[in-house]
């Protein structure tokens, strides 16, 4: 069964930082890219961050730019977001997500997804 | 960047009703469209991707189409289990974007 198990997350002040984790199990982790998405309380979906299968291509959403990074240990089957110079609007709850594969193709959609961890940015 | 604008925003329906939800793009996005289910406190679920695929072990009176501008979600008959929120995503190119999400509510 696919796990994925979001941990890091909590109250942090504007301008701090906080990393979080992702916790694989359950397939071959290196084989899949893999995201960041969040959701503000209340709102809808917002893809924030992808990383390659081999950890060698990252994209971001404009808004995080230069100030979240995203990384991923293939040994340990984990994926990490840290975001720092972290702002009221990044006050949501964090998803890592799997891209979708199916008979040896990978698309960008996301089929499986954590429970989240909550972010709240506030003073 | 291209927008992915959903409407309704909610819509009220019966169990039993034939259900559709509209996904336009602000440009061609071809068929790079995924639509997801999310419940209250959940993670969202896939439903559809590549526009018309439908992922393994959902039920079948689920399916999308469209191409282009233009796509849809259909629920053939709204069952009880259906009550949700449900999101279109587009992954052309980056970055990514969802629709605002339209929200399936008891009539």
């Known amino acids: 069964e696919v796990q994925l198990v979001e941990s890091g997350g909590g109250l942090v002040q504007p301008g701090g930082s906080l990393r979080l984790s992702c916790a694989a199990s359950g397939f071959t982790f290196n084989s899949y890219s893999m995201s960041w998405v969040r959701q503000a309380p209340g709102k809808g979906l917002e893809w924030v961050s992808y990383?390659?299968?081999?950890?060698?291509?990252?994209y971001y959403t404009d808004s995080v730019k230069g100030r979240f990074t995203i990384s991923r240990d293939n040994v340990k089957n984990s994926l990490f977001l840290q975001m720092n110079s972290l702002r009221a609007e990044d006050t949501a709850i964090y998803f890592c997500?799997?891209?979708?594969?199916?008979?040896?193709?990978?698309?960008?959609?996301?089929?499986?997804w954590g429970q989240g961890t909550l972010v709240t940015v506030s003073s | 960047d291209i927008q992915m604008t959903q409407s309704p925003s909610t819509l009220s329906a019966s169990v039993g009703d034939r259900v559709t939800i509209t996904c336009r793009a602000s440009q061609s996005v071809s068929t790079w469209v995924a639509w997801y289910q999310q419940k209250p406190g959940k993670a969202p679920k896939l439903l559809i991707y590549k526009a018309s695929s439908l992922e393994s072990g959902v039920p079948s009176r689920f399916s999308g189409s469209g191409s282009g501008t233009e796509f849809t979600l259909t629920i053939s008959s709204l069952q009880p289990d259906d009550f949700a929120t449900y999101y279109c995503?587009?992954?052309?190119?980056?970055?990514?974007?969802f629709g605002q999400g339209t929200k399936v509510e008891i009539k």
């Open positions: 997500a799997r891209a979708c594969c199916t008979g040896g193709t990978c698309y960008a959609c996301f089929d499986s």
């Open positions: 995503q587009r992954y052309n190119s980056f970055p990514w974007t």
């Open positions: 990383i390659s299968s081999d950890g060698t291509t990252m």
